[in-house]
């Protein structure tokens, strides 16, 4: 399939707006949160098989590490940066309590050599956790077909190869999961890395023997998978989430891999049939990472304008994390999601193309 159409819309653009825009309504919209929680960050990892360019990267892993650190790691600390440069204004306005005290020049010093390192301890950058098991994770699927590459021209066998790409995915499956069982994480979070390869995997097998995948993406499929998810999370009780280590490993996939079809439905659906919103969505999916990092921060930022709109002054509202009034699940999407596009225009500056 070609991935843009006539307007030059991408579709994996399209797809990443689907996907940010899920992590924000997961992290201000209390309803919709058991459901966009069950495939919004899975569907980045399966993005990211999907787009693995094994002519480029099968023989030399660490290239493909190279250009995912050059793609994300600068943005990452940079605006680590920004958000630490914020701390203390952001205490003098009751967005951060007491508690977190007033930054000096070392305490700023180690915050960055600590972001460096990609250990964030600013509440409002929080979402970026995830930032690092995303190009981990790239790195060991990358290091996966290395070597059944090297294995299939050792033994001259195709199967040798598919055999060892599903082998080891299994095992760094298993070992990821059994991190999360005992509830012990790992550097640069090498337990949900090595947990969602089999999502590479099957995004990579996909890609490479369903050239025509985009024939099969059926609303009535995707209506059926929306009940199917709606079932599991709100009547079943199933409940993902990464981050804190709660997730049952066929829960986790059932629910991935449903929640990616609908998304890919969708964005099919919006590429198709709805220009305007293509193009939207495309934006998102370009601005994903920036969006990613500074929507918390939008959050609050309508929470002290609102505030004082109103009248509240008590500090104990406005601080609460990441969002202080449930009715404004709205405005905090629109917030959190559209204000980049204000930011672009007023600035007419280029902010480097997300992952």
Known sequence: ?????????????????????SIVIGHCCNFA?????????????????????????????????????KNNYPRYVLY????????????????????????????????ILNSMVMINTEPLYGATWFVAPLICSSAIFGGIIHISNILKEKWNS?????????????????LGYERMI???????RLDVSL??????????????????????????????FFGLSIFLCYKIGWNIDLVSQQVVIYHFYILAIIGIYECMYLAKLIKDKQKILAK????????????????????????????????????NIIQRFPYSYDFLWLIYIVGG?????YVLILSKTNIRKSF
């Open 1 to 21: 399939m070609n991935n843009k159409n006539h307007s030059g819309i991408n579709y994996f653009n399209i797809l990443k707006g689907i996907g940010i825009l």
């Open 33 to 69: 949160g058991k459901y966009v929680y069950s495939y919004h960050l899975a569907l980045f990892f399966f993005i990211s098989g999907f787009l693995y360019n094994e002519k480029k990267y099968g023989k030399d892993p660490f290239l493909n590490l190279a250009n995912r650190l």
């Open 80 to 111: 680590a940066a920004i958000i630490g440069i914020l701390h203390n204004f952001l205490v003098d306005i009751h967005i951060y309590d007491i508690s977190h005290g007033k930054q000096n020049f070392y305490d700023f010093r180690n915050y």
């Open 158 to 174: 195709n199967l040798i190869k598919n055999l060892s790409i599903i082998i080891l995915g299994l095992i760094c499956c298993l």
């Open 182 to 188: 005992i509830k012990y994480t790992i550097l640069m």
């Open 195 to 224: 947990f969602v390869i089999p999502l590479f995997i099957i995004a990579y097998y996909l890609n490479l023997y369903i050239k025509n995948y985009y024939q099969y993406l059926k609303g009535y499929i995707a209506l059926i």
């Open 280 to 315: 939207i969505f495309s934006f998102l999916g370009e601005y994903s990472f920036e969006i990613m990092s500074f929507h918390f921060l939008c959050f609050k930022i309508i929470d002290v304008l609102y505030s004082g709109i109103v009248g509240i002054t008590d500090s």
């Open 337 to 341: 999601v559209f204000y980049l596009h």
